[in-house]
C-alpha cells in the first residue's frame, strides 16, 4: 500500500538545470501532458508512483542533500522518471530504461 505523498505549496529543493532524453520528450509528448506540470509536482514532493521506502528516501534526501527520485505512470502506461542530483546541479526527465 502506497502512502500519499506529503504535498507542498513551494518548491521543497532547487532543481539546478531542467534536462530531458529524446526518449522522455517523446512520451511526455505522446501524453498530452505538460513537462511543467510534472517539474511542479516534483518539487513540492508529490513523487509519483514509489514504494513507501523510496518515498521516505526522498524526504530524508532533500534534507541529507542527496539525488531525488519521482517517477510518474502518463497517458498510455508509460513511466517517466524525475531525477534531481545530489548537488542540485541538474534535474533531468528520463525514462526507466536509461537510467
Do not use: C
Not at 18 to 40: Q, W
Request: charged share 20%; net charge negative.
Amino acid at each position: 500500500m502506497n502512502l500519499p505523498s506529503i504535498h507542498h505549496t513551494g518548491p521543497r529543493f532547487k532543481l539546478g538545470r531542467i534536462l530531458a532524453t529524446p526518449g522522455a520528450l517523446e512520451v511526455i509528448a505522446e501524453a498530452r501532458i505538460s513537462i511543467v506540470d510534472l517539474l511542479i509536482r516534483h518539487l513540492r514532493g508529490d513523487w509519483g508512483e514509489l514504494s513507501d521506502s523510496d518515498r521516505q528516501q526522498n524526504e530524508q534526501a532533500i534534507v541529507a542533500g542527496q539525488r531525488i527520485v519521482s517517477g510518474y505512470v502518463l497517458a498510455g502506461g508509460r513511466t517517466v522518471l524525475l531525477i534531481t542530483e545530489a548537488d542540485r546541479y541538474a534535474t533531468t526527465f528520463l525514462l526507466p530504461g536509461e537510467y
